[in-house]
């Protein structure tokens, strides 16, 4: 009988060894910057490729090399990253990483970037970026870059001028993503109140715009003036201009105010004319959000209606603007594109 119950339990532990999920470690699959291919995959324990990750956005996010520290935005996790920007002058100058143009438009069709990459003294044009960073971004990401890039302009940008809630501020920056209006001005914002999930609000959004802050409406003005822009500040009086009655193909700055006091006196009177949404209800007023969603979709839909489309960015602002997305993609892409810079500056060094 005792051998008998040995060996019905030495047969149930077999059977359970057996079905028991044998965990195989995997190893991570990834690319080395400016390697082949072959070089840079490395093979599962069966020799057989392999996507260590869920999902093509976590593959994305992968890392292989820690990016040099005063390239990359990244707040404490305290804070909110609309927030955190929106404070921190100077980590909105480093979301933004191709050489810009001085502030000045210097007459002429604007357009803020320059065709080249700052690595430490040697500069990387827009076509070496986008051949570096291909291999390590995916298809799927590269056509969606393509697409959004395709439908992006600068000749519509939004101010949004004394702000006081961070959460609008987080919400029209979304708003300007999705239309396709890449640049975005924030003056005088002092907001103090914030929704507790601003990061959920913007959706990432910040990440993709320009965005420009002021201190100043007056110089602010004058610069977007010497671009080329007509300002039109969004007001409700006698003089405001329906934006069903403008010619929105015209480069134009549109400017929405504080949520309580509206646009500033300063401002309306720089101003170069005063336009208003037509409303039918007993409230005469929108949300500054919502108002500034109104606003850019309406100019986004009158400029399809004119030119064919929203977006009129060159072949060459085209691509600028493809490295300037393929550069805020990761942190491996700054890593990457440094490499390219050491590897190509050794090249060009004559041997002696």
């Known amino acids: 009988m005792a051998a008998c119950k040995t060996l019905i339990h030495t047969s149930l532990s077999s059977i359970g060894s057996t079905l028991r999920p044998q965990f195989i470690p995997l190893l991570n699959l990834r690319f080395s910057p400016l390697l082949s291919p072959n070089k840079g995959l490395r093979l599962s324990q069966n020799n057989v490729p392999h996507r260590p990750h869920a999902s093509i956005a976590a593959a994305e996010a992968a890392d292989f090399e820690a990016p040099p520290p005063t390239e990359t935005l990244d707040p404490p996790e305290s804070l909110d990253t609309v927030e955190h920007l929106l404070t921190h002058r100077d980590d909105v100058v480093k979301l933004m ?10 007459g002429g069709r604007w357009f803020p970037y320059l065709d080249r990459f700052n690595c430490g003294g040697t500069y990387v044009t827009s076509g070496e970026i986008l051949e570096a960073v291909d291999p390590i971004i995916m298809d ?10 395709r439908n992006r302009s600068y000749s519509v940008c939004l101010v949004v001028e004394g702000l006081g809630d961070f959460g609008n501020v987080s919400a029209v920056f979304r708003s300007a993503d999705a239309l396709g209006i890449q640049s975005v001005h924030v003056l005088s914002c002092d907001a103090s109140k914030r929704y507790r999930e601003n990061r959920h609000v913007s959706m990432g959004a910040e990440k993709w715009l320009d965005i420009e802050l002021w201190d100043s409406t007056q110089e602010c003005f004058e610069v977007l003036t010497s671009r080329g822009y007509r300002i039109a500040t969004t007001h409700v009086g006698m003089d405001a201009v329906s934006i069903y009655d403008m010619d929105w193909s015209c480069p134009t700055a549109i400017v929405v105010g504080n949520e309580n006091r509206g646009i500033s006196d300063e401002a309306l009177d720089l101003s170069d004319l005063h336009c208003s ?12 959000s919502v108002a500034a969603g109104i606003l850019m979709h309406h100019a986004v839909c009158d400029r399809t209606s004119r030119l064919g489309s929203h977006g009129d960015l060159t072949p060459e602002e085209n691509q600028i603007l493809l490295a300037e997305f393929s550069l805020r993609h990761s942190k491996n892409s700054i890593s990457i594109a440094h490499e390219y810079a050491k590897r190509k500056a050794a090249l060009l060094t004559p041997r002696l």
């Open 140 to 149: 799927v990401r590269k056509e969606r870059f393509r697409n959004v890039v």
């Open 97 to 106: 990483k191709m050489e810009r143009r001085q502030r000045g438009g210097g």
């Open 277 to 288: 949404i037509p409303m039918k209800g007993m409230v005469d007023s929108f949300n500054v």
